[in-house]
């Protein structure tokens, strides 16, 4: 922008500081401590909530390149520098605007340290805000300027996408019936029932969604719920069903009928999928709560079961658009492998011969994907790896350019507008 945002107010500007201040100094996701915060204080209007909830996503999302531009400006905080550098570089402000807003000291200072530095001289992870461990992560995957594009993409907000509830409207209904009501949705270029909306609004309260006719869904996670490909009639688990939103989907492509296991360790996920079922008129769907993914329950489910999808506990990284919190999260990629190979051999004993099984994950990494991929196939002699691209076929869907070289499903931000997700299928012999 070329002038100041009119908007900002100094209140605005000590809600931001203090925000970022909570989030820099919890572990909670980012999501959970503003909606505690917003709640807590109420006099605050939605314009308000918006206003500084984007500063505080746009702080998140260019920490380090933030923290950089400002870390020899001394006087302030880190919440003062970030949401400075914030107001400098995406609102345009002037440092005599900044300095009118009484939150952040050393206005003037933190406005020439921001605007006289050469930011294409910087170090390509400070540059592209990833840690140091991430950027050399990435490199294993993809080269210099592939990672340029992935986080020129993952560092602007996503936007929103539907999952039409086909259990009891069609896409191009609600389309209309929401364009009706002033939303300019455009359907998705790849999943048959998504919708998408550039802009951010309260959807939640619509009666639409109160009606259970449409799911918040990210179309890359829609994309995994065809390659399940569940028919009618079949047996089907969702091994990490966490809040549901692929069970969800398995019962439309299902039409209600057959039989759904949605499983996960933490209970309280599994009650907000009970809601959401009812809200869906998803009858097919049973819920139960695992102690490990070596639950002795799971026996009576051994060799029995037509589809399995196993969407694995992972780092998040592919929603970094989403939560650019997670970005500066330590990981324990060690202990996420473990779980992730344990689950995997847990889900595979519940297929039954000819049957099908899907493991994906919202994650940018070849540990987490390939490498887990590799070792199963290497331990289970009886399963043998499906090619994405052939288990799209059936939906008649332009899935060119939606997996890689390998045979899996990869989909990313810069390359197809969804968050970043990755999928192999197998077939029990």
Known sequence: ??????????????????????????????????????????EMGSRDRGLVADAVYGCLRYKRLYETLTEKVSGCTKPQRLLASYLLLTKGFSGRALERLDAIPDAMALAEAVRGQDVNALAPAVRLNLPDATYAMLETAMDGAAIEKLMAAMNQPADVDLRANTLKITRDDLQRR???????????????????????TPLFQRQEFKDGLFEIQDEGSQLISLLVDPRP??????FCAGGGGKSLHLAALMHNKGSINSLDVHERRLEELSKRRRRAGADNIRLHALTSETDPWLGSLHNQVHRVLVDAPCSGSGTWRRNPDLKWRDWDLDTLNRTQTAVLASAAEL????????????SLFRRENHDVVRFFLDNHPDFALLPADECLKPWSLDNRG??????????????HGTDGFFAAVFQRA
């Open 351 to 362: 297929v039954k011969p000819g049957g099908r099984l899907v493991y994906a994950t919202c």
């Open 178 to 200: 929401l364009g009706d009501e002033g939303l300019k949705l455009t359907p998705t270029p790849y999943a048959p029932d998504g919708l998408r909306h550039a802009a951010r």
């Open 233 to 238: 009639r079949d047996s089907v688990v969702d």
């Open 402 to 415: 939606l997996t890689d070289d390998e045979g899996f499903l990869r989909v990313l931000p810069h390359t």
């Open 1 to 42: 922008m070329a002038q100041d945002d009119a908007r900002w107010r100094a209140a605005h500007a000590w809600r931001a500081v203090e925000l970022l201040d909570s989030l820099l100094n919890v572990r909670a996701p980012a999501d959970q401590i503003i909606f505690r915060y917003f709640r807590q204080h109420k």
